[in-house]
């Protein structure tokens, strides 16, 4: 039973397609991504550019890292597109789990922006260079408009799609890293001390780190296929042993399909038979708007000596 599925392994199959009509595709965030990658390309030229002419290696090491989210918005718009491709004999899932593959990379991309920072604070540190501050200033000024714009644009998706967070918190970061640039430029046009440029760009990579870890835990965490985040095995496991006529709950299983959509199986033993049709929907509507898990399936058994070719 997947939202209108049911699977009555002790008796037959029984698929219906009717009265769950649920669409759980990602939302569509094609716009976003194309604002982004547009005004951040276009940035990461000027900035590169300016960078050179000023000799601020601190905008071009921030036109590294743009150049970087630019190619993680690219692969979270790849994934995001790939996940609505219809299901077909080889990948009966689709290609939904894409999108778990792309927040892994874009954690992955974050970590090697860190230590381009970092290489290059740790150089500053030993080897400070003047540079022209009010440069510095405005060119970073305009990266933080670009990137908080950028980064609003994913802002209604973060909470609920662990793709649309690494594309948020790619914009925020780069938002953070022009500010770091701003201020510094600004303190070393008011004091000339060159150390506040490489201290600030510490105190940079420390947040943009924090961020970072939790992408990659949780991205890592989907990869292996742990139970998502804000759903309890334990509860599931309660709910469905409190339903009238079952037993024992025995085979359960609950994995992210992508960063938007939960799957289950679960084995029921119900002595008394299986309950019918209606059983099964209404077992599916309560898990998909009280637990969050969107593609159930339920096996019902009468007995579990009966078992025979199950999943461990």
Known sequence: MGIGHSHDHAGGHDH??????????????????????ILNTGFVFVEAVYGWISGSMALIADAGHNLS??????????????????????????????????????????????????????????????????????????????????????LRGREHDLNIRGAFLHMAADALVSLGVVLAGIAIIYTG????????????????????WGLLKDSVAMSLLAVPKGISEKSVRTYLASLDGVEAVHDLHIWPMSTTETALTAHLVMPAGHPGDEFLYEVADELEHHHRIQHATIQIEKTRSQRSNFCA
């Open 69 to 154: 989210d630019v190619l993680a918005l690219l692969l979270a718009w790849g994934a995001s597109v790939a996940a609505k491709r219809p299901p077909n004999e080889r990948f009966t899932y689709g290609y939904k789990s894409s999108t778990i593959l792309a927040a892994l990379a874009n954690a992955a991309l974050l970590l090697i922006a860190i230590g381009a920072i970092a290489f290059e604070t740790a150089h500053r540190i030993s080897n400070p260079q003047p540079v022209q501050g009010m440069t510095m200033v405005i060119v970073a000024g305009i990266g933080i408009a670009i990137n908080t714009g950028t980064a609003l644009l994913f």
């Open 193 to 212: 001390a060159l150390w506040i440029d490489p201290a600030v760009s510490l105190v940079i990579v420390a947040v943009i780190a924090w961020g970072t």
């Open 16 to 37: 219906d397609h009717s009265g769950h009509g649920h669409s759980h595709a990602p939302k569509d965030f094609g716009r976003a991504f194309l604002i982004g990658i």
